[in-house]
């Protein structure tokens, strides 16, 4: 059973950073292409991040392009988000997720996505 986990989130102001990290157990890791959703409170999930399973192709959601980054760590089987110069409107719980797949492409649209973690909160304050 594949089951992933996030951590790394919390209170952070207005012009700061955090990392997200996201374990991914009960597969081999480099079959994995992963990536990173948010939901603000009244609002629709949001795509923000995808990666191909080789890491050879990204795709950012337009509000996050510039400041996120996305990389895998295939020894640890954990990808991270690197989040700087974050935003009150950055804040959201944010969501990591994983499809099967050798495509060397990313994933955008939730629906392509067949295991997700629980989440984890990111505040910023301003």
């Known amino acids: 059973q594949v089951h992933l986990v996030e951590s790394g989130g919390g209170l952070v102001q207005d012009g700061g950073s955090l990392r997200l990290s996201c374990t991914i157990s009960g597969r081999t890791f480099s079959s994995f292409a992963p990536g990173w959703f948010r939901q603000a409170s009244g609002r629709e999930r949001e795509f923000v991040v995808g990666i191909s399973w080789n890491g050879g192709s990204t795709g950012y959601g337009d509000s996050v392009k510039g400041r996120f980054t996305i990389s895998n760590d295939d020894i640890y089987n954990t990808v991270y988000l690197q989040m700087n110069s974050l935003k009150p409107q950055d804040t959201a719980v944010y969501y990591c997720?994983?499809?099967?797949?050798?495509?060397?492409?990313?994933?955008?649209?939730?629906?392509?996505?067949?295991?997700w973690g629980q989440g984890t909160q990111v505040t910023v304050s301003s």
């Open positions: 997720a994983a499809t099967i797949s050798g495509a060397t492409y990313y994933y955008k649209d939730e629906y392509q996505y067949d295991y």
